[in-house]
């Protein structure tokens, strides 16, 4: 079932190792088949290193496992959120990549400081509050989910494909697992530097929204003129 | 005598170098086996690619070195001291890793700003005072040890399985080996991340206590949901 | 056409990767044939491990692609500028290498803190001005270009190879692809070393003028001694 | 012509790109036979991975090369000048590794902030002066030299074995090659340290005498017993 989709989302979970981005387990990609509404996701603590396709278990929309042997990340509730709220996403990666976490322990947005940030990500990325009391003691990663599908459904959700969640770390997305990952290593290296640019200039302003704009529409959009096209 | 063990303790030593905890030789693992009351220890100043598991020295809970040609670590009474006092404990890792290190010179306590600490320490991991003058001109590695042992020994010490030593560097626990060196791996990583989330946002404050909760208890105690149970 | 060329120049752009200056295809080397009039550049958005020589695109000093089926990089009408304006340059680096762009982000030149940065660039490494509205608007890159080149065109830009473009990131150059390629290593470790500097003494002030001109001497110029000459 | 200490610089020369410590050819070692009043140093601007041991020049304590084809190092004369002042010395490194250089170009010595530091280096390693203007306008390498030997000849060099050169870099040394580049690693790593150190609390104060007595006597002097001694 969904063999090329396992397939996929496999190699886009070994991407995160390669890129830095987790240590341990810390780290889990899925991707949706939107006409199924079935999605693929890493089974829960398993090391990379030993990791295979047929290890990714496949749920429906209402949290069932579908298939597989191994528990689902436990994460697995947030990214569902997320695939109901914004139907435009294909694939999601949640890690606590070094960078981005310490900007939501820091539970700063990353404002957009330059033109890395704003070939990908238009505008800041925003930090989401801490959940209550009652969220984390209910269900606390469909919360997790809730929240920041709460925060992107009437927003350009593809125009800013990441945000922080205060205390814990960073989820992105993209149209497929593969752009959710590309997403997750540019948004950890705009957090870098970010955060070396604060400490070079602490009175530092975000890029013009001009700036902005220019580099967000030469890589997207009708008019779009980065890359092979 | 042990060689199960040995080859147990050899491997774990070898992860420090594979993590980046150790430059040189500045780090050892040791591991107990409780039935026997003696307990394996990586020998002094070896460098990591000549070391093997026969290089392992076996010592007992008096100090007495019962199997092996080398001298054991240098801090080896630590170690002791802390097998005595903490009878959960199975495995022990000192290095000189160097954000863990920077904070025990700074003489600060690792606050819990988020929930990669949360997921595997409970609450801050606090640094301890320096020794006094006659602790240092006594048994010094012996009265590390004690200074540990003294501070956990009424507490959830395996809840927060690692301390800095002020002026000197981290310790870290777990119920064998392989979770201390774990343990030591997420110190360092934890350790990063609360300095550059501390520069980012100097007035941050530690997480809140619900968070704490709800992460340490997914992973751990009666009703953990995390990984492969 | 320009086979010779293309070599180089493909394999400067390969050694971005291997000193970490790019992450994904955030990068481009160009060289030009200057009794031909005709420049080599690495094609738009293309992956480093997927490209070969014959990927590199010949342009022409009017813009137009002479050979290759491929886009040119999208920064080509920058490079086109600075080879129409500064005669001696050879090959040009662009790229968003990360402490160089947390400086451009900054808004700040480097100031010449060290014999390292002094034994290859003489003086502050300069931060351009970001575009104007009306700049941006039209010939964006071109007019990239057009400032850095009228920064440069009346100054020892041979003495200076590099420069920062606010809320962007730097570019270098040299007599040919392969030195513009060391200069950008050798900006991206100043950029880091100045940066860690003023960490350390907030009061830092740059080098003395005598020892930064001892050491760009040492290295360039008719009493050169450095190395084998 | 002393073939043996040859391979032995060339092999230290060789562990400066492997321990990170330098870029391109920011790096040289040397090595002196006392009983011959010969050194070898690895020739000038020589890449790292083109460097043969046949490449090592032999030098004279007048300053005459005895043998090899290759310019020396443009720092020789700063090497003979450490040889000829301090008798101890067997080996010298001069590299620009990135954190040693930050706190020479800082202008600041780094102070003892824990036993990392006092296992191989008694009390603050120094930073001494810039040159003056004569200094810089005559033989500068030599009166680098000069300055360090002045300053650590009625010292115990071999108890700080290491300086750094303001606005320049750091100088290590020891016993032989070997340890010499062993004692820049060390550097470079108690630089990181105490630079993050500070950052973690700027109020830090260096560790306490007696635990720095204490660690630097448990590897050094009569009464060592760290090691397999």
Not at 199 to 217: E, G, M, R, S, T
């Amino acid at each position: 079932m969904l063999e090329h989709l396992k397939k996929i989302v496999y190699e886009a979970n070994m991407e995160l190792p390669r890129y830095g981005l987790v240590t341990f387990t810390w780290g889990n990609v899925s991707a949706i088949d939107r006409e199924q509404g079935l999605f693929v996701i890493k089974p829960s603590g398993v090391d990379y290193d030993r990791l295979s396709p047929e290890d990714m278990v496949v749920m429906d929309l209402e949290g069932n496992r579908v298939e597989g042997s191994l528990n689902p990340s436990s994460d697995t509730a947030t990214h569902l959120e997320l695939y109901k709220a914004l139907p435009l996403v294909g694939g999601i990666v949640h890690t606590h990549s070094s960078w981005a976490t310490s900007w939501a322990q820091a539970g700063r947005g990353i404002p957009c400081y330059g033109t890395t940030h704003a070939d990908y990500m238009y505008g800041e990325i925003p930090c989401l509050r801490c959940l209550t009391k009652e969220e984390i003691e209910g269900a606390y990663e469909k919360n997790t989910g809730l929240l920041i599908a709460d925060y992107f459904k009437d927003k350009e959700y593809m125009a800013v494909p990441a945000c922080l969640c205060k205390n814990h770390g960073p989820f992105a997305w993209g149209r497929d697992a593969a752009e959710a990952v590309h997403n997750a290593v540019v948004l950890e290296e705009v957090a870098k530097m970010a955060a070396r640019c604060e400490q070079i200039n602490p009175n530092v302003k975000p890029a013009p929204q001009k700036l902005q704009d220019k580099h967000y529409l030469r890589k997207h959009g009708a008019n779009a003129y980065y890359g092979q096209r």
